[in-house]
């Protein structure tokens, strides 16, 4: 399984921000204070975009969803 969610290590706060507002509960908290959250349950994204959405860090790239080719049709049209 791919990983559905990329976080950008070099900008990561490790705020859990993501981890609180996923809908169907794919991360798990970093145990290290500031690092960066595991996708532990990949095959249950969604690919939403709240984690995305609710990262105060989007805008420089912390958050990357990554839609798997044979879904992005269905998920660019919502």
Known sequence: VHPPVLFDEEICTGCN???EVC???IFE????????????YPEECRY????????PYREKGCVQIVVP?????S????
């Open 17 to 19: 921000l993501c981890v």
């Open 75 to 78: 998920v660019l049209a919502g």
């Open 29 to 40: 908290a970093s145990p290290e204070k500031g690092g960066v959250p595991r996708v532990a």
């Open 69 to 73: 080719p044979a879904m992005r049709l």
């Open 48 to 55: 939403c975009g709240a984690c995305w959405r609710r990262c």
């Open 23 to 25: 809908p169907m509960d």
